[in-house]
């Protein structure tokens, strides 16, 4: 879109007007997801994982096992989904391996590629790791010596590690894509097994990817590879797979009759149907079986946003969502007399939810009540929404800015955190409450790429609807830019901003550590969402093959 193009999209968005809604139809059939049963809930399953895991766990003390073979190791663990069963033995074998990879007698190129994985598992780890280990990547012209597709990937992979003022793993970033982008494009060339992520790294680093949206696709590539694989590990990474999943499908009917017992789609043809998607999130943000309760809270939140965003974005006059968020600020049903129906509806049913929410929480961890806090986090949201609203109406695009001042809070990255940290605490307590202040950097950076992803993946549509302008409108109407300059510059400060979410992951203490990772995990949730366009608003594309392939399908 040209800078002239730009002009007329302004002219039309100061005349708002309430938009027409243009989202298709559910496609999930819900009858038959709540008939979705698994043998692998079996307990004789969970019994099995475990005499695996003590063949597997065998390997680690193997005296002939090579410092190189033990990275790949624990690569495949990490991969494969299997890092809950083996958290010790990992951490004892990165504290070893660390000068033994520099030692190594091993031919050199194959030693760049120990230490570019080396160098890669202990920042994914949380262990220090100078962006001096990769020097020798570097002739002295100041260019890349590494050729080979292997090594090249560890080290572009690597490279999405980077924090803030590491220009050496900026230079690195640039040479790898240039070079690998190279290769992709000769006609001649083609793919081995060990290259089938090439051009998925090239456009979705490992670093920006959830995890366990990817062992599916790590098996598969791994069975190819069978020759190199422990044929143990890729057992228990497949009966792990469906041991999971079966905990999921039950978590997901869960959500699915709460969903069909708040009885709302019929009375709100203007928002989303997308329970399924918001469960598909929930997993991405916190996988492990063990965290069922928070699953089921962010399911619930995350299908709220999307139907109260709506709310602000598509359905309300100005008045109306006025009077909507003095009704949550107040949080009194009364305030949303005179509203239409479907708007009471929406408050009374965001009203009784988070204190349904508020009371298990309550059962589940005692100490103070979440109810204050949750109010806070949503009274917080919604503002944010208004902010934008009256923007639209009133014909204004903000600077780049002044968007991210309020994006960050709309996104619904902090309205995320707060749930994530209540259903990682213990108990309720003042102490653990602070949390959610000391991780502010974090969740502030998580929620900006989470807006910035939303705007790459949504902004198309919005223009077409005339929504309230993105961050990418924003920037083209600040500098007189084209579309595909302000989609470069967002771009960049998506990378700047994981760039602080790996400095804060590297410098937060152990103990918050797994707190940290299920707050990025929002962020990773955002970049699978909108990598192909609005996983929320279209429906029957990547995101329907990704629930059949890791909440639906067992590995057979």
């Not at 039950?250 to 918001?278: A, G, P």
Request: proline share 2%; glycine share 4%; charged share 25%.
């Amino acid at each position: 879109m040209q800078t002239n193009k730009l002009h007329s999209t302004i002219k039309k968005q100061s005349l708002p007007e309430r938009k027409i809604c243009t989202y298709k139809p559910n496609i999930w059939k819900y009858d038959h997801l709540l008939t979705l049963t698994s043998e692998y809930s079996e307990e004789k399953y969970k019994v099995e994982a475990e005499k695996l895991k003590e063949e597997v766990s065998c390997t680690f003390s193997n005296s002939t096992i090579s410092p190189l073979d033990l990275l790949e190791l624990i690569d495949s663990i990490d991969k494969l989904g299997l890092s809950c069963y083996f958290e010790v033995e990992t951490k004892e074998a990165l504290e070893k391996i660390i000068m033994s990879v520099k030692t190594s007698s091993s031919s050199k190129e194959e030693n760049l590629y120990a230490t570019a994985l080396c160098f890669r598992l202990l920042r994914e780890h949380g262990h220090h790791a100078s962006q001096d280990m990769l020097k020798d990547f570097f002739d002295g012209k100041g260019k890349l010596k590494v050729s080979d597709v292997k090594t090249l990937l560890e080290v572009l992979e690597g490279s999405y590690l980077s924090m803030e003022g590491e220009n050496l793993l900026d230079d690195t970033r640039l040479f790898t894509t240039k070079n690998l982008k190279s290769l992709v494009s000769k006609s001649d060339y083609t793919f081995t097994n060990k290259e089938y992520n090439l051009s998925n790294s090239l456009s979705f680093p490992l670093a920006w990817r959830v995890k366990w949206y990817d062992v599916r696709k790590h098996i598969c590539a791994q069975e190819l590879e069978c020759n190199n694989t422990n044929p143990m590990l890729l057992k228990l990474a497949k009966l792990n797979f469906n041991i999971v999943q079966a905990t999921h499908q039950k978590d997901l009917k869960h959500v699915l009759r709460w969903w069909r017992n708040l009885s709302i789609v019929e009375d709100l043809s203007f928002t989303r149907d997308r329970i399924v998607e918001s469960f598909f999130c929930a997993v991405g943000v916190a996988p492990e079986p063990r965290h069922g309760n928070m699953r089921k809270w962010l399911t619930k939140v995350i299908e709220l946003v999307l139907i109260i965003d709506d709310v602000y974005d598509i359905y309300g006059s100005l008045a109306q969502v006025q009077q909507f968020t003095r009704a949550i600020e107040k949080w009194d049903p009364n305030e949303v007399e005179g509203l239409p129906e479907c708007m009471q509806i929406c408050f009374r049913s965001l009203h009784d939810t988070v204190k349904e929410i508020s009371v298990e929480i309550q059962q589940q961890k005692g100490g103070l009540s979440a109810l204050p806090y949750l109010k806070q986090v949503w009274l917080n949201f919604c503002k944010a929404l208004l902010l934008e609203a009256t923007w639209y109406h009133k014909g204004h695009i903000p600077t780049l800015e002044e968007y991210l001042d309020n994006g960050w809070i709309s996104s619904s990255g902090p309205l995320l955190s707060l749930h994530v940290i209540f259903g990682l605490t213990n108990k309720i307590t003042k102490k653990n409450l602070d949390l959610y202040e000391d991780c502010h950097e974090i969740i502030y950076h998580t929620s900006v790429v989470i807006r910035l992803c939303n705007d790459q993946g949504t902004s198309a549509a919005e223009l077409e609807r005339g929504d309230v302008a993105s961050s990418i409108l924003c920037y083209m109407q600040q500098e007189n830019v084209s579309e595909d300059v302000a989609r470069e510059h967002i771009k960049s400060i998506i990378l700047d901003s994981w760039k602080k979410i790996n400095y804060h992951f590297n410098t937060v203490s152990t103990s918050h550590r797994k707190l940290v990772k299920h707050v990025v995990n929002e962020a990773r949730m955002a970049h699978v969402m909108y990598q192909f366009g609005d996983g929320f608003g279209v429906q029957d594309g990547e995101t329907r093959d990704q629930v059949l392939f890791n909440l639906v399908h067992p590995i057979t």
